[in-house]
């Protein structure tokens, strides 16, 4: 059999994509709202796929809580709603917890899965992790939503 050359894929290539309507177009890899659209131009990158969705009204937004102090030893709640009804079934979240100093915890870190439009992590504070200002960052794989808030953590 002959071997097909994967050349074609070594340089960017630009595609311009006409939707059948308007609109609103996500980027889902570079986790961004691209606007409402009928053409749009992308471009690809050499073995780098692009993942976008539609959807013809714009997806709700997304909304976190934190409590304005927590204990260390104690669990923090970390809350997130939309403001709507999401249409994916089960739409996934990045949670990120940062420390004092600005690096991620990443044993607090990770991926949420919600479950209707609202939800819950609980994130279970260290007796020995740092006291001060931590932030709470939550991302909206779909859309690129993100949403931080900070907490004192005594």
Same mark, same amino acid.
């Given at each position: 059999p002959e071997?097909?050359?994967n050349r074609?894929?070594e340089k #960017?290539?630009t595609?311009?994509?006409?939707?059948?309507l308007e609109?609103?177009v996500y980027?889902v890899?570079?986790?961004?709202?691209?606007?409402?659209?009928?053409e749009l131009?992308?471009?690809?990158e #050499?073995?780098?796929?692009?993942?976008l969705a539609?959807?013809?009204?714009?997806l #709700?937004?997304?909304?976190?809580?934190?409590?304005?102090a927590?204990?260390?030893?104690?669990?923090l709640?970390?809350?997130?709603?939309?403001?709507g009804d999401?249409?994916?079934?089960s739409?996934?979240l990045?949670l990120?917890?940062?420390?004092?100093?600005g690096?991620?915890?990443?044993q607090?870190s990770?991926?949420?899965?919600?479950?209707?439009n609202?939800?819950?992590?609980l994130?279970?504070?260290?007796l020995n992790d740092a006291a001060?200002?931590w932030?709470?960052?939550?991302?909206?794989?779909?859309t690129g939503?993100v949403?931080?808030a900070t907490?004192?953590?005594r």
């Amino acid at each position: 059999p002959e071997f097909k050359s994967n050349r074609r894929f070594e340089k #960017p290539c630009t595609v311009r994509l006409v939707l059948p309507l308007e609109l609103y177009v996500y980027d889902v890899r570079g986790g961004s709202a691209l606007g409402r659209k009928r053409e749009l131009s992308v471009t690809v990158e #050499p073995y780098e796929p692009r993942i976008l969705a539609f959807s013809a009204t714009p997806l #709700p937004r997304l909304h976190l809580s934190v409590p304005p102090a927590a204990n260390r030893g104690e669990r923090l709640t970390v809350g997130f709603a939309y403001q709507g009804d999401h249409p994916a079934a089960s739409p996934v979240l990045h949670l990120e917890v940062l420390d004092p100093s600005g690096q991620v915890a990443g044993q607090y870190s990770g991926n949420v899965v919600v479950t209707g439009n609202s939800g819950s992590q609980l994130v279970p504070l260290a007796l020995n992790d740092a006291a001060g200002r931590w932030t709470v960052k939550v991302k909206d794989v779909l859309t690129g939503q993100v949403e931080s808030a900070t907490v004192e953590v005594r």
